[in-house]
């Protein structure tokens, strides 16, 4: 993971590209004038969708990001050009056709039901002009991508030449195609490297109906012959991925929860885009994919995910080394409010813990059982020998938060070097602040910014002073 935050790849996107319009409101009366409900509008909101989503995703990774399409000469065109540009997107490559409808979709809301939607668009394939305009456009450019991406919606861009021309010269320069395909007919995208079909659209593509690994190795194996693809690759939602490179291999998904599956395959080919130009294999980069979704998954509506979101969730769900749950105080205070913002329980507890025993482990497991996630502060070298003694702490901090960090219930821990964590609750401010039972009647420090106060009774005989004299023999 250290590998892809260090790098930006510069991607192109070729598709698609709509805005997703919503407006939103409540609705308290019928029309007189007719049948249908009357919505007061509140406020209005746009968000880029179709290949745009694929392009939010792409930025939100960190990559550089480049967009070739056809758009119309209109004022959606317009608008839609300044989301692009607003999120620093290169729009040379994009065409604009005169006569045609920039798509946008209106949706509106009342009281979280979609009750109707409204589409302004061209669906017709676009015209000769302009996909010579965007091929010849691409010529003298394409060799600078790491990646290209087809994202296909069905609207008429991605006609059957520009796919095939695309690919061409792709090739030819070394760069890699991945496409999010549409339609029974995978033809136009022979030549690419991957393409990425959910098993609904794989079925339709093959014929072949996929109902357990027989059936799936066999239309993974017809879409890499038929398609000449580097390898053949199926959305399993659920059930993760599958590839097939010289044998099947299926990669479980790992999402937690599922809210909204809305542009899930978008940050799936997104981040499969942005692994594999970072040199992972496919191994690797399905791995990322699924993490990528299991985050997106967890969110409402069509949403993007960052690096930092997939190495927090890869954390939370103890898939990584216990240094990736240990951090710093600027990386606990953005990691706290993204969780805050996604409605999570933040529990914190503090301690030594020099030597690790039972005591511990279920003093902590019953810390996490008060909210989602649990953040541990661990005292200092220093300041356990100030707290302790001189002669402690028996391991160095190091070793103490590595342990720590392996523990299913702990999700990250935080180092300090005061006596006391007040300034790492007052950053954090938890809504829980657990301590052990010998505190009853007693100031807890931090508990003016803590929600709640929650004491835990420690496990009787289990503590590390008992250990110690037991290794001493006393």
Request: net charge negative; glycine share 8%.
């Amino acid at each position: 993971m250290k590998k892809l935050k260090s790098f930006t790849p510069n991607i192109l996107v070729v598709g698609d590209l709509m805005i997703d319009h919503y407006l939103w409101g409540s609705c308290e009366r019928i029309s007189p004038e007719a049948p249908v409900q009357v919505v007061d509008i509140a406020k209005e909101t746009t968000v880029l969708g179709g290949a745009g989503n694929v392009i939010n995703n792409l930025v939100a990774l960190g990559a550089n990001v480049s967009v070739s399409s056809v758009i119309g000469d209109d004022d959606n065109g317009v608008e839609l050009t300044n989301m692009l540009t607003s999120i620093g997107v290169d729009i040379k490559n994009i065409a604009i056709q005169n006569g045609r409808k920039t798509s946008k979709k209106s949706r509106v809301i009342a009281v979280s039901q979609q009750i109707l939607r409204y589409d302004k668009e061209s669906k017709e394939d676009i015209t000769k002009e302009s996909y010579e305009k965007i091929l010849n456009s691409l010529k003298s450019v394409i060799s600078k991508y790491d990646m290209v991406i087809l994202s296909d919606y069905g609207k008429g861009v991605l006609r059957d030449e520009l796919c095939e021309g695309i690919i061409e010269l792709s090739n030819k320069n070394g760069v890699r195609v991945l496409v999010d395909p549409k339609g029974r007919d995978f033809s136009k995208y022979k030549g690419a490297y991957l393409l990425t079909p959910n098993k609904k659209e794989a079925i339709l593509a093959t014929g072949i109906d996929i109902k357990d690994k027989n059936s799936l190795k066999e239309a993974l194996l017809k879409l890499k012959s038929e398609c000449d693809l580097g390898i053949s690759l199926i959305t399993l939602s659920e059930d993760g991925i599958a590839t097939y490179d010289d044998e099947l291999k299926i990669f479980p998904t790992v999402a937690k929860e599922v809210f909204d599956v809305t542009g899930a395959g978008d940050t799936v080919i997104a981040s499969i885009a942005y692994a594999l130009s970072a040199g992972k294999d496919i191994e690797e980069t399905s791995a990322f994919a699924n993490l990528a979704a299991g985050v997106v998954v967890g969110k409402i509506g069509s949403a993007t995910v960052t690096l930092d979101e997939i190495v927090e969730y890869e954390a939370s769900l103890h898939k990584s080394t216990s240094d990736a749950h240990i951090k710093s105080f600027d990386d606990i205070n953005s990691i706290v409010t993204r969780y805050k913002q996604n409605g999570k329980k933040v529990v914190f507890t503090n301690g030594c813990f020099d030597i690790l025993h039972v005591g511990h482990v279920k003093y902590l497991q019953e810390a996490k059982s008060f909210g989602d996630i649990l953040i541990v502060g661990l005292n200092s070298d220093e300041s356990v020998s100030r707290l302790k003694g001189p002669t402690r702490p028996v391991n160095i901090a190091e070793d103490r938060a590595y342990l720590l960090a392996a523990l299913e219930a702990v999700d990250f821990v935080v180092p300090f070097s005061d006596d006391t964590p007040y300034e790492l609750i007052k950053m954090i401010k938890p809504d829980v602040l657990v301590k052990g039972g010998d505190y009853e009647g007693k100031e807890v420090v931090g508990t003016e910014f803590a929600r709640e106060l929650k004491l835990v009774e420690f496990v009787d005989g289990k503590s590390t002073t008992k250990t110690i004299q037991k290794i001493q023999g006393q």
